[in-house]
Structure formats: C-alpha cells, structure tokens
C-alpha cells in the first residue's frame, strides 16, 4: 500500500506564497516520478510541475517562473512553493508518484494520487 498526503495548502493573497508538501507513506523501494496537478471547479486537471528521480522538471507554463517543485528523496516528499499566487491558481492540487515499492518477494510498480489540498487566492 502506498499513500499520498498532501498538505500545506490554504488561503492566500495574491502575490503572495504557499509551500505544498507531499509525503508518500509505505514500502517504498524508490519513486521515479512525483509531481503536482490541480484542477479548478469545471475545469480539467491539469499538470502544474513534474519531478523526476533523474533530476528532470517539467513546469506549466502558467507557473513557470513562480512555482519550484522540489524534493526530499530520503523522506520520499515533494514540495511545491508557489511565489507570486494569482487568483487564477485557485485550485485542488494534487500530488502523483510513481515507482517501485516492495511487494514482499519482488519490486512492483505503483502510481498513486493524494487526496488533495485546497489552495485559495484572493485578491
């Protein structure tokens, strides 16, 4: 079993900052990707930043610039500090990992979604 837990989200002014976290809990035996997604009322989701276990980040382009995903594999987290908010960034964020976690007798792949953190900015 592998758990996604978000946190970290709340209200926030425009122009100002949030830091989201992400602890993934089980036995995992490595995350080859973790990132972030959001997805507002009556809109799609959406890919907000990317990391990969070989360093590689991928940013939309509505946040490029602002936003710094970043992560702590030893505490196998992913953070997601988001500078300059915006009302438009008003969202759920979800966090997603995938990677290898210990099955007992062998690896086996897993891909997982947290349960979300609201994110609110107003002006």
């Known amino acids: 079993q592998v758990q996604l837990v978000e946190s970290g989200g709340g209200l926030a002014q425009a122009g100002g900052s949030l830091r989201l976290s992400c602890a993934a809990s089980g036995i995992i035996f490595s995350i080859n990707t973790m990132g972030w997604y959001r997805q507002a009322p009556e809109k799609q989701r959406e890919l907000v930043a990317v990391f990969t276990k070989g360093g590689s980040t991928n940013y939309a382009d509505s946040v490029k610039g602002r936003f710094t995903i970043s992560r702590d594999n030893a505490k196998n987290t992913v953070y997601l500090q988001m500078n300059s908010l915006k009302t438009e960034d008003t969202a759920v964020y979800y966090c997603?990992?995938?990677?290898?976690?210990?099955?007992?007798?062998?690896?086996?792949?897993?891909?997982?979604w947290g349960q979300g953190t609201q994110v609110t900015v107003h002006s």
């Open positions: 997603r990992a995938g990677g290898l976690y210990d099955g007992g007798s062998r690896l086996i792949d897993f891909a997982a």
